[in-house]
């Protein structure tokens, strides 16, 4: 039996030599580091100006979605103010046909539309990855069965399916519409996973894993994840802004619950109160804009991971400057 074997560098002080592996095989979890491609991440961010203003666009709604009361003092459900006022030192964005404050529901509106965001952003990407990968990895029967049902819902509009289940699930609240959009969006991100998880399938540390005899959960979970961070994340960014995008849609047509103040439940409510026509043009020109700049927020950061898996979208200019600096 071949014995581990001390690899070369000096030893630290009080630890013992660092061995290789038995007949030269990867260490467990060879593959890229969760942590490294997290630095990656962040370098992609702080490098791309497109990356940078996402991420400061979406601090921002998170920052005012924790605590929507210190930049909103009025109820944004009481209907206590004279109706269709203009904007206003009181009332920065004027009241609606009710009497509702329109700042303060464009403020408290944030909170459920990135809790829909963030849920089926993480909801999808897990079903996703468990399904892309386990089918690509374990093949066979497993990789014909999962597949057969992630090219079933991929086949199927899936716009028109969430109409439908909204409105079997009439006034269906955040929770609902979190698991709707969940349970039918997460099958053209398995497909990308598992494309990413077949071209891995048989790369050398994974050869290694089998021969140590570790089981498939352990190998699917320690060694191929990792290496799929970057993908991973911008998994969860698209599905974040479809879900941000779905969700306004079902609520702006009425098949949200219309008592939960939400950007999607302002456009319905405008729509009904014929704001345009009433000259109360920032009820819908202002939720509209919000929901356009949190999706463009996650398309922006999305822009960066895709960089990262993908060296060709990468910009000129930072090609560029390392031929420069290795010119140096």
Known sequence: MAMPVPVGGPESPGAGPVLAPAGGLPAPGAGISG??????????????????VGAVLLLI????SIIPGVFAKDDPNAEVYPR??????????????????????????????????????????LIAMLIGVAAAYLGG?????????????LVIPLFPLLIVLARYLNG?????????????????????LRSQALSLRNRDFLEAARVRGERPLYIIVVEIIPTMTSLLV??????????????????????GNPNVTSWGTMLYWAENEEAFQTGQ?????????????????????????????????RPVRSIQRKRVRRAK
């Open 35 to 52: 942590a490294r491609s997290l630095r990656r991440m962040a370098r992609a961010i702080t490098s791309n100006r497109k990356a940078t």
């Open 61 to 64: 709604f998170v920052v005012v």
């Open 84 to 125: 269709s006022l203009g904007p206003s030192g009181q009332h920065l964005l004027g009241t609606t046909s009710f009497g509702q404050d329109m700042f303060a529901q464009v403020i408290y509106g944030t909170r459920p539309v990135l809790l829909i965001a963030l849920g089926v952003g993480i909801g999808a990407t």
């Open 141 to 153: 029967l497993w990789d014909s069965g999962l597949n057969l049902l992630t090219d079933v819902l």
């Open 172 to 192: 269906a609240g955040t929770v609902v519409m979190i698991v709707v959009i969940t349970a039918t969006g997460w099958s053209y991100t398995a497909r990308q």
């Open 234 to 255: 911008a998994s969860f960014l698209t599905n974040a802004l479809y879900a941000v995008l779905f969700s306004s849609s079902l609520q702006f047509i009425g098949l």
């Open 281 to 313: 043009s920032l009820w819908i020109i202002v939720p509209g804009l919000c929901i356009v700049a949190l999706g463009a927020a996650f398309a922006l950061l999305n822009y960066a991971f895709d960089e990262i898996g993908n060296p060709a979208l």
